[in-house]
């Protein structure tokens, strides 16, 4: 038997999603139908991170276990003819069997692209929140500080999504700029569903005054959804990295 780490990277624009479910096709699902093409057996892959509908990743990490003789190459180059164009395996590799790509990660790294401009651009509306109103990118900084180590996020998860337990840490955010495209990145030991949009979407009211300084302590306090800004859209989130 063969453990087998994949390193994924995908366009989520026409995707439900990571995770297999009812309504609409999945990348977990469209992955396992090209397993199933290359060695005839139904396998399902673990995940490292669960991304929401329309977002993508750079670095996704998936693993599943199977015996066979072919070469990681082999597989790679298999796996990347039978998938579509906005998903592909990046990396093949045998890993120790009890590797588990979601329990064993220690931290994950997201970046959500802004296009801070009344004008739009057609090489980055794909992939990017466009926000024409002018944003104070250190006042949101400053409030973004308030959210680094460990914290109850239920102010932060999907109001329709009943995770157990809300206390998540964050090791690092910063906020960068560049002309009329601002660059906001996470780093955490794991994520409620929406979490990264939803505190994207709190930093932009910050930003441009919807909220004012003391705002995001305040939020974090009162563990209520309604506190906290809207939920940034899918389309300019990205699964950066996954640290093991």
Same mark, same amino acid.
Request: hydrophobic share 35%; proline share 2%; aromatic share 12%.
């Given at each position: 038997?063969?453990?087998? #780490?994949?390193?994924?990277?995908?366009? $989520?624009?026409? %995707?439900? $999603?990571?995770?297999?479910?009812?309504?609409?096709?999945?990348?977990?699902?469209?992955? +396992?139908?090209?397993?199933?093409?290359? !060695?005839? +057996?139904?396998? #399902?892959?673990?995940?490292?991170?669960?991304? /929401?509908?329309?977002?993508?990743?750079?670095?996704?990490?998936?693993?599943?276990?199977?015996?066979?003789?072919?070469?990681?190459?082999?597989?790679?180059?298999?796996?990347?003819? %039978?998938?579509?164009?906005?998903?592909?395996?990046?990396?093949?590799?045998?890993?120790?069997? /009890?590797?588990?790509?979601?329990?064993?990660?220690? +931290?994950?790294?997201?970046?959500? %692209?802004?296009?801070?401009?009344?004008?739009?651009?057609? !090489?980055?509306?794909?992939?990017?929140?466009?926000?024409?109103?002018?944003?104070?990118?250190?006042?949101?900084?400053?409030?973004?500080?308030?959210? =680094?180590?460990?914290?109850?996020?239920?102010?932060?998860?999907?109001?329709?999504?009943? +995770?157990?337990?809300?206390?998540?840490?964050?090791?690092?955010?910063? =906020?960068?700029?560049?002309?009329?495209?601002?660059?906001?990145? =996470?780093?955490?030991?794991?994520?409620? %569903?929406?979490?990264?949009?939803?505190?994207?979407?709190?930093?932009? /009211?910050?930003?441009? $005054?919807?909220?004012?300084?003391?705002?995001? #302590?305040?939020?974090?306090?009162?563990? /209520?959804?309604? !506190?906290?800004?809207?939920?940034?859209?899918?389309? $300019?989130?990205?699964?950066?990295?996954?640290?093991?």
């Amino acid at each position: 038997m063969h453990n087998f #780490k994949l390193i994924i990277s995908y366009d $989520g624009t026409n %995707y439900q $999603g990571w995770q297999i479910q009812k309504n609409g096709i999945t990348v977990q699902e469209t992955i +396992e139908k090209a397993i199933y093409r290359l !060695f005839n +057996e139904n396998i #399902k892959i673990i995940g490292s991170s669960r991304t /929401d509908s329309g977002v993508h990743a750079k670095f996704q990490v998936a693993n599943f276990k199977i015996k066979t003789q072919l070469t990681c190459q082999k597989i790679k180059l298999a796996l990347n003819k %039978y998938l579509p164009v906005d998903i592909v395996i990046l990396k093949v590799e045998e890993v120790s069997l /009890d590797f588990h790509s979601r329990f064993d990660a220690k +931290e994950k790294n997201y970046k959500y %692209y802004i296009l801070n401009s009344r004008d739009k651009d057609p !090489f980055k509306d794909k992939y990017s929140w466009q926000v024409p109103y002018e944003l104070d990118i250190l006042k949101m900084g400053k409030e973004a500080n308030c959210l =680094i180590g460990e914290h109850d996020f239920k102010s932060f998860k999907a109001k329709d999504k009943k +995770e157990k337990q809300s206390i998540r840490k964050i090791y690092d955010i910063t =906020i960068k700029k560049k002309f009329s495209f601002i660059e906001i990145q =996470i780093k955490g030991n794991g994520f409620l %569903y929406n979490m990264v949009r939803n505190i994207v979407g709190t930093l932009v /009211d910050i930003g441009r $005054g919807y909220l004012s300084i003391g705002s995001m #302590k305040n939020i974090l306090k009162n563990k /209520d959804r309604t !506190f906290a800004g809207p939920t940034a859209p899918a389309k $300019g989130l990205f699964l950066e990295k996954i640290l093991y």
